[in-house]
C-alpha cells in the first residue's frame, strides 16, 4: 500500500502538466456508420454451416477388477488373481463433420477408438449407427458413414494453406454434452507442433473457445468452408484457455481421399533420411538466414531421399515452395502432396540453394519379415520377432532408418515378459554375436551356452544385460 500511495501525486502533477491528446489507436478507430453494420451477425454463416456438424457418441465395454472383495483376505485367498470381474460401460462424446452428402463424417479417432457402438446425431436430434471406414492413431483422424436416402447437409473442404494468422474463424461442435455451440476466435498460429503426443505436429492454433466434447468438431472459415478438425487445447484445469489446436483440412482432404478409395490403412510418403530442427547455432554455422527448416541428419542407403540427392548437413527448407518451418511441418507438406506424386525440394547447404525432386512412395518390405515365435529355455522364450525393413519400421510406429531383429510382440507371462523384454526392442547381440535374422536369434536361442550376454537396443538407447 504505501507504494500506491506514493505514486498518486506523481500521478496528478503528470496529469496537470501532459498535453491532451488522442491516442493514435483511438484515431484509427470507427464507429458502425449505419444501421446494417449495427446488425452484422455470424448468424447467416452459422445457419449455413451448423447442419453440417453431428455429435458423436462413442460406447466400449470394460472388464473392470470387482472392488466388492477387495482387501478381504479369505476371498483373496479363495479366488487369487480370479477375482470377480465385472464389464462396465464406458461413454465417450465428441463430434464430427458431415463431409459428403451420402453421411460420411470426419471425427478425431480418439473420440472413437476402441468403440463397441458408435452413433451420430444430427442438429435436428435424429440418431443413426456407423461404422469405421478408415482410423489413424498417429493423425488422429477417422472417417465414419452413417446409412441414409437423403442428401445430407456438408461443409464444403477449404484450403487451409490460404489461412492466415489474423483470420476470423468459427469452432463447431458439443463441448460438455451441452448441445451443439459456436465460438468464434482467430487464427492465433500456423504449424504448430510438440501438440499431442502423437507423432503428428502441424496444427493450426485458434482462441476460438475448445472444450471436451469439441474434438473432431468443425473449424469454419468465414467462406463457411472447412479448415480444420478441432482436436485439442492447452489446458491445466480442462477448460478453455483461448489456446486450441485443429487438424489442418488440406490432410483431412487426402485422408478422406484415402477412405473413399477403399485403402486398409492410411500411408505416409517414406523419404528415408533422419531431420532434426534448425537452431541458431545451426542457422548461423551453416549461413541460414532464419531459424528454420529441416536439417538432414541421416540419410538411408539405397531410399526415396539418396535417390533424390539428399544429403546429412543439408537443410530442407521448403516443399513445392511452401516454407517448411520444421521437421514436422515437412512431414506435413510431403504428406498433403500425395502418394505417387513428385515433391520439389528446397535445399540449402554452404549459402547455396538448389531444387531436388523426391518421389512420394510408401515404406517399402526390402526384405521378408519372417516373423517367428522363439520358444525354449532362454531368456527370449516368449518373444515374437521379425527382420525390420521401412515397411516394418513404419507398422511398429519406429524411424524407417532402423535395421536388425525386432520383437514385435511378448506373451505374457513369458520369460521374456519376466526379464523385461518389449516390442520394439532390437535384439543387437548376444554373448558378442551379431544378430542379423531372425534365423540368427532362433539358432542361439536353441544352444545352452549357460549365460547369456544380450545387448538389445530401445529408443535409440544400447542396453547391456546378462542372463544365467
Known sequence: MPRFDCLKPLAVIIALIAPVTTPALAQDKAVPKSQVEMQLSFAPLVKQARGAVVNVYAERLVQTRSSLFAGDPFFEQFFGQRMPNRTEKQSSLGSGVIVEADGVVVTNNHVIDGADDIKVALADGREFPVKVVLKDDRLDLAVLKFETNEVMPTLPIGNSDATEVGDLVLAIGNPFGVGQTVTSGIVSALARNQVTEGDFGFFIQ????????NSGGALVNMNGELIGINTAIFSRGGGSNGVGFAIPANLVRVFLDAADRGDASFERPYVGASFEPV???????????TVRGALVVRVVEGGPAEKAGLKPGQVVTAVNGVSVEHPDALGYRLTTTGLGETAELSVQQDGR?????????????TRPRDIQLIEGRSPFAGIRAGNLSPRLAYELKMASEVTGVVVTEVVRGSPAARLGFAPRDIVVSVNGETIRSVDDLATIADSNPGFWRVEIERDGQRIRQIFR
Not at 485458434?206 to 466434447?213: K, M
Open 206 to 213: 485458434t482462441d476460438a473457445a475448445i472444450n471436451p466434447g
Open 353 to 365: 540453394e538448389e531444387t531436388i525432386e523426391l518421389a512420394l512412395a510408401a515404406a517399402p518390405e
Open 279 to 289: 537452431t541458431s547455432d545451426v542457422a548461423e554455422a551453416l549461413g541460414l538466414k
